[in-house]
């Protein structure tokens, strides 16, 4: 006997859909607060997270201690690459003593460019993010990597401050 098209459009309708959440973690405590924050505030099981991270060889290239030979660039970009290393291992740790299914997407790039376009390839619903908390005029000058999410994303975008942060800045 053929199912009733109505129930299966109710069972259909009472079922979850799976929401798609990146988190933009760069190792800083004010990435490692938003993670944390998700998992208190946001997650429910069945969430597929995806922990973007995106490192940042800009202080290489612009240091005044950069020069052509090869051996100290060499040792230059190891000792970065130790340092992604010792995040990504901060990320894992993070995301096993969760208990949730978490990827680790490793970027290229500039991280606000990387972050928004890996956010539309796995096509997630919200990305949620930290901040440097960085002042007024630094951030003016220079950009952050969180107004150019919430800029250029066609997704929700959760930024995550501390209270520590957001009472310094009232205080000014």
């Known amino acids: 006997m053929p199912r009733d098209r109505t129930e299966n459009m109710s069972t259909a309708s009472s079922e ?33 997270v995806f922990i973007a991270h995106c490192p940042d060889y800009s202080a290489l290239v612009h240091s ?30 993070k995301i096993s003593g969760s208990g949730i299914r978490g990827r680790i997407l490793r970027l290229t790039g500039e991280a606000g460019h990387s972050i928004v376009k890996a956010a539309n390839m796995e096509k997630v619903d919200v990305i949620i993010t930290g901040t440097r908390g960085m002042g007024k005029v630094r951030r003016t000058l220079i950009g952050s990597v969180s107004d150019y999410i919430i800029h250029h994303s066609h997704v929700p975008v959760l930024v995550c401050r501390h209270k520590e942060e957001l009472l310094q800045e009232s205080k000014k």
């Open 16 to 48: 979850k859909p799976t929401t798609r959440v990146l988190i933009a973690m760069d190792g800083s405590e004010n990435s490692l607060y938003a993670f944390d924050w998700y998992m208190e505030n946001v997650h429910r099981e069945g969430n597929e």
């Open 64 to 93: 005044p201690l950069m020069t052509s030979d090869p051996t100290f660039v060499s040792q230059m970009l190891k000792h970065e690459e130790e340092t992604i290393a010792l995040i990504i291992n901060k990320i894992k740790e």
